[in-house]
Every structure is written in C-alpha cells, then in structure tokens.
T-cell receptor, first 116, second 112 residues
Framework: AQSVAQPEDQVNVAEGNPLTVKCTYS??????LFWYVQYPNRGLQFLLK??????LVKGSYGFEAEFNKSQTSFHLKKPSALVSDSALYFC??????????????FGAGTRLAVHP | DADVTQTPRNRITKTGKRIMLECSQT?????MYWYRQDPGLGLRLIYY???????NKGEISDGYSVSRQAQAKFSLSLESAIPNQTALYFC???????????FGDGTRLSIL
C-alpha cells in the first residue's frame, strides 16, 4: 500500500536549536517526495522536493531534507529554528493511481512549535 | 493578486443545501485538483482534471461533483450538503505530476 507517515503530531523546539520533522513513506517504484508548509488561514506552500540525485535537498527558508532510501525516510531539517517557522508541515509522496495517473499522497501533518 | 484564488473563503450553510466552491488560477497550468483537509487526516483528493475535457474521481468523490469551465476555472459542488462534509477545502494546480502543486488559501465550509 502506498502511504506516508509523519509519526509526530507535534514537535516542540526552542528558537535557535536545530529542528527535525520526520517522514517515512511506502511507494512502489522510485519515490518522488515533497515537503509543504501551511501557515494559519493559508494554503500549502511548497518547501522542497526530491526527485533524484543528491540525498540532501535544500529548499526555501533555510530548510533541507535528507532522503534515505534504506530507511524509506525523508526527514525535514533546519539548523537553527525561528519562531516564524511555527506552522503545520506536510510530507507527500507521488504515488500511482487507477488509470495510470499519479497523485500526491499526503501525511497527516506535523505541527511545529518554536518557542522563544 | 494570488495565483490560485478560491471563493468563498468561508461558508456556513445548512444540511441539504447545494453548495458551489470556485477556483480560478492565473498560472496557466493544465492540471487542477480539489482536496479536502480534516484534522489528523492530511489532505485527501476529491477530484482532479488534467485538461478541460478530462475529469477524474479522486479517493473521496462520493457526494461531490466538479466542473472545469475553462483551463483557468475548476469548481466543486456539493449537491446536498451533509454535516460530515464540514472541512477545509483546497484547490491546487500543477504543470505535471513531477512539479509541485500550487494551492489556494482554502474555503472553510461548515454544514449545520
């Protein structure tokens, strides 16, 4: 079955500390992975993607993500958290669907709270 | 102006009413999507369209219908709203399946 798991409902971190938001996936074939961020009363905004190539992907706002094929993980990281990073984060994987079309499968989301 | 615009942003209505949510985009993308967001469930795909003549059901299409009036416009209808359709609804667009999707700011729908 194709799926995305974000094992933590919420992550709390102090401002200035490094942060990690975890994501694991299950998909047939090569995974195409995405991270999105959602601020209150806004739609999802794209942060970064992994299609192929280097396992460390750099994205917007200083975020990066590490693809690990053996662990089927794609964790989101940032070296130094900001209060303004507080938001809801979604991991997604491109999976197959009936009719041959592909679609994004989203995780349930992880709420990141950065405390001053 | 926003690239993907959803109207209305908020709507409260009663059980049994017909509701239409509208989405328009200026990105020139062929692919458009409607999602539903519920707390703890992430986003689930309701319908998607790869061009004006191509409309497909997603994973939770029962109780919903869509219309692709033009490349830039994709509307979602609830024919007879029920309370468990209370949710946050998002429209999204993309160039293709490998590129990121671009989301509108959502419609918060409450059905009493």
């Amino acid at each position: 079955a194709q799926s995305v798991a974000q094992p933590e409902d919420q992550v709390n971190v102090a401002e200035g500390n490094p942060l990690t938001v975890k994501c694991t996936y299950s998909v047939s074939g090569n995974p195409y992975l995405f991270w999105y961020v959602q601020y209150p009363n806004r739609g999802l905004q794209f942060l970064l993607k992994y299609i192929t190539g280097d396992n460390l992907v750099k994205g917007s706002y200083g975020f990066e993500a590490e693809f690990n094929k053996s662990q089927t993980s794609f964790h989101l990281k940032k070296p130094s958290a900001l209060v303004s990073d507080s938001a809801l984060y979604f991991c997604a994987v491109r999976g197959s669907f009936s009719g041959g079309y592909n679609k994004l499968i989203f995780g349930a989301g992880t709420r990141l709270a950065v405390h001053p | 102006d926003a690239d993907v615009t959803q109207t209305p942003r908020n709507r409260i209505t009663k059980t049994g009413k017909r509701i239409m949510l509208e989405c328009s985009q200026t990105k020139g993308h062929d692919r458009m999507y409607w999602y539903r967001q519920d707390p703890g469930l992430g986003l689930r795909l309701i319908y998607y369209s790869f061009d004006v003549k191509d409309i497909n059901k997603g994973e939770i299409s029962d109780g919903y219908s869509v219309s692709r009036q033009a490349q830039a416009k994709f509307s979602l209808s609830l024919e007879s709203a029920i309370p468990n359709q209370t949710a946050l609804y998002f429209c999204a667009t993309s160039d293709d399946g490998y590129q990121p999707q671009h989301f509108g700011d959502g419609t918060r729908l409450s059905i009493l």
